[in-house]
């Protein structure tokens, strides 16, 4: 296998630290790019360029006259910041790799399983179209200099420390001490969320291809829950048998809670499920391995073993019992 020089602008979210973890596996030369404070420690061997990822300037000296074989962007959000990029690595990475959203795709969905070929359009969401805008850049790119681009299109990806619930930990504390929890809408729409190990596979699959330059690529699994499912495993892990569950229309959430309403609306309230067959043909090793009933066991393993992660929101608290006020009366 032919080692290959990646660098990884952000490394250490969710998603990227296992995309980081997987090319080292591969031999890769990992070099990481980002301010030097993030939210999971990088592995042994790992090259750490630090600089503030928004000031060209700063970046330009962190990497100097350095070319790499990939470029992995996981922290650009809008076309200034891709903008940024094409500036600083045109012509010194033989691809360049974008973490766009599977939030992108038409919502609601006219079709499922959803396609690379699925229209973009989100009118409920400025961050899914701010990454169309920036696929938009990218495309034309590639069409008008042969910018060597992929675009990846993840959904929803999480790790142990990342929970799926509309009030993370804060919801598994209510569980555990017998308050309702809110589950948006009917909770019986499909939800595809995929481990970021499994994820990794398919990602790192991708790098130093030339089948997938100039290609967008949907990466998840094809684990697709429902949302009560998704829920009560959480309950499972928590170890909570009857939990006190409450559905709320997501109109009705975005309405008491208007920061909801993009992610709810935009995503979350539909059933997505994707068809993968585009990434599996050049990356034939990746599947779901990590189902949600084990990720969400590993999620509770790790905060109980880390007490200080714990962080409960007292504003979500209060929100859970106007909401579940709410639909009790109306009900």
Known sequence: MTTRRILYIGGTGTISAACVRRSLERG??????????????????????????????SVRS?????????????????????????????????????????????????????????????????????????????VAAHRERGVPATIIRPSHTYDERLLPTLGGWTDVERMRTGRPVVIHGDGTSLWTITHSDDFAVAFTGLLGNPAAIGEAFTITGTHAPTWNQIYGWLADAAGVSDPDFVHVSSDAIAAFA?????????????????????????????????????????IVSHYDAHPDAKRIDDDHHALSDRLAAYARSAG
């Open 62 to 138: 962190a990497v100097g006259d350095r070319e790499f074989d990939v470029v992995a962007e996981f922290l650009a959000f809008t076309t200034d910041h891709v903008q940024q990029d094409l500036d600083l690595f045109e012509g010194r990475t033989g691809q360049y790799v974008f973490i766009s959203s599977a939030s992108a795709y038409e919502k609601p969905p006219r079709r499922l399983p959803v396609t690379e070929s699925t229209p973009l359009r989100n009118p409920f969401w400025q961050y899914s179209r701010d990454k169309i805008a920036c696929e938009d850049l990218l």
């Open 258 to 298: 208007p920061d909801h309403g993009p992610g709810l609306l935009g995503d979350k309230a539909h059933s997505m499920v994707f068809d993968t067959r585009k990434v599996t043909e050049l990356v034939p090793e990746f599947r779901t391995t990590i189902t949600f009933d084990e990720g969400a066991r590993r």
């Open 28 to 57: 890769d030369e990992v070099t990481v790019l980002n301010r030097g404070s993030g939210r999971r420690p990088l592995p042994p061997g790992v090259e750490e360029l630090v600089a503030d990822v928004r000031d060209a300037a």
